[in-house]
T-cell receptor, first 111, second 116 residues
Framework: SQQGEEDPQALSIQEGENATMNCSYK?????LQWYRQNSGRGLVHLIL?????REKHSGRLRVTLDTSKKSSSLLITASRAADTASYFC???????????FGKGTMLLVSP | DTAVSQTPKYLVTQMGNDKSIKCEQN?????MYWYKQDSKKFLKIMFS???????INETVPNRFSPKSPDKAHLNLHINSLELGDSAVYFC???????????????FGPGTRLTVT
């Protein structure tokens, strides 16, 4: 399977702390994307990082990509209770015309 | 002004029935998708359509038949429903992939299908 793997499967932190989630994948990619899913809702796109990029920021989000290790990380700084959700990485594998989603990390941010 | 909408939101039906889920996007995208999310939240692509043409058909039973009447709509019809079809089904859309790869996808709110 080409599916990516997120780590950890679940993460519980306090408001104000930082949350880091990791994603590993298997073969060469065009890009890697991160999505958030609140309970009972659809997925929302957060950030896209291309294979020739190493780091990208969007507000409190920071994504890194290490193509030599085939891994990416999503950092959420100064977390809030509203950040509680599942976070998925999705890989756009070269030669494959759609995204492959990982199993997700469930993040719980307690007030 | 919902970007990607799906109906119905909930669908409860008995085994053996036939049902349809509708999806519409108003983003002007050329590519639309159907995903299935199981109880463990694993999201798996089922179909991908580009300009009303089937691009990807993953290993899905032929009881599932997508239909795209136009670029803005991608409906999913399921025949002879089985217990294992119970899941949340998501429609999504995006711009068509280019040389640099795929674009971000916009998801609908999902349809929770329960087969009893």
């Amino acid at each position: 399977s080409q599916q990516g793997e997120e780590d950890p499967q679940a993460l519980s932190i306090q408001e104000g702390e930082n949350a880091t989630m990791n994603c590993s994948y298997k073969t060469s990619i065009n890009n890697l994307q991160w999505y958030r899913q609140n309970s009972g809702r659809g997925l929302v796109h957060l950030i896209l990082i291309r294979s020739n990029e190493r780091e990208k920021h969007s507000g409190r989000l920071r994504v890194t990509l290490d193509t030599s290790k085939k891994s990416s990380s999503l950092l959420i700084t100064a977390s809030r209770a509203a950040d509680t959700a599942s976070y998925f990485c999705a890989t756009d594998y070269s030669g494959y015309s759609t995204l492959t989603f990982g199993k997700g990390t469930m993040l719980l941010v307690s007030p | 002004d919902t970007a990607v909408s799906q109906t119905p939101k909930y669908l409860v039906t008995q085994m053996g029935n036939d049902k349809s889920i509708k999806c519409e996007q108003n983003l002007g995208h050329d590519t639309m998708y159907w995903y299935k999310q199981d109880s463990k939240k694993f999201l798996k692509i089922m179909f991908s359509y580009n300009n009303k043409e089937l691009i990807i058909n993953e290993t899905v039973p032929n009881r599932f038949s997508p239909k795209s009447p136009d670029k803005a709509h991608l409906n999913l019809h399921i025949n002879s429903l089985e217990l294992g079809d119970s899941a949340v089904y998501f429609c999504a859309s995006s711009k068509t992939s280019g040389r640099a790869g795929s674009y971000e996808q916009y998801f609908g709110p999902g349809t929770r299908l329960t087969v009893t």
